[in-house]
């Protein structure tokens, strides 16, 4: 699936702050699946380009607040893969942030 399609699936699943998720991307492809604790994790893992494992609170009926929910999971996924940094605080100035 593509990713807007990714993003009306998971927006359509009910899911709670107790599911674990797993995401991949392939190119340009995306699934998901619902991890069962204490049962086999999804074997499609092994060849994708990024994935995760995602556990919280979801946006329940909110399809804009699910979107944007979607949106930065995803930006969070390729950040670990080399994507954008998407650290929160500059590495230069002292923690914590004061403002």
Request: glycine residues 8%; negative net charge; charged residues 20%.
């Amino acid at each position: 699936m593509d990713r807007s399609q990714l993003f009306a699936s998971l927006a359509q699943a009910p899911l709670n702050a107790d599911d674990i998720v797993y995401v991949e991307r392939r190119g340009t492809q995306y699934s998901w699946a619902l991890v069962t604790p204490g049962a086999q994790s999804p074997a499609s893992a092994a060849g994708a380009d990024v994935w995760m494992y995602f556990s919280g609170a979801w946006p329940q009926n909110d399809p804009v607040g699910s979107e944007a929910f979607c949106a930065d999971m995803l930006a969070e996924m390729e950040s670990m893969a080399g994507g954008d940094d998407r650290c929160r605080w500059p590495l230069d100035q002292p923690w914590p942030q004061l403002h």
